[in-house]
């Protein structure tokens, strides 16, 4: 048998150097889960934004095309917009191949200046004040223009 003093062939990591590595990328994710968090509820809320004004406008072009006066039905307490037809003063659900209720995300809100906004065959439309909302600190604000029925987003904060 015999003994050899002096070489040690060690090959790997060690224990504590497995450790330190472990705790820096601990602390890395710890720190971004966060960022991440937020970005994904502002884009949830961008996307129902966006989902929204693509409601608008094509009820407004479809009031133009059909020459029917279409209104959207803003029900808050429900959280769901509803795209309508208005025969006198008559509301009538209007589905169609894109105009479907939307249901608002369960933590997405919003606040409405009327209970019905209309587009007119004329292409006009009524004044809508509509804003988006996750918290007080994200917040949309889509609008309709009324002599033209163009509809405008802008970000609050």
Known sequence: MILVIGKNDKRG??????LLVITILATIFSLS???????????????????LVF???????????????????FDAQERKISPV???????????DRFAKIYQMPEDIYFESN????????DGSADKLNLFIKKDDKSIFKIETISMSGDVKISKIN
């Open 85 to 95: 037809s208005k025969n006198k003063s008559e509301f009538t659900i209007f589905n």
């Open 13 to 18: 990591f060690s224990l504590l150097e497995f």
């Open 114 to 121: 009327c209970l019905y906004a209309c587009f007119y065959p």
């Open 33 to 51: 889960i966060p960022l991440f968090k937020n970005n994904f509820n502002n884009l949830r809320l961008s996307n129902s934004t966006q989902d």
């Open 55 to 73: 409601l608008i406008r094509y009820l407004h072009s479809s009031a133009v095309m059909q020459n029917k006066t279409l209104c959207l039905n």
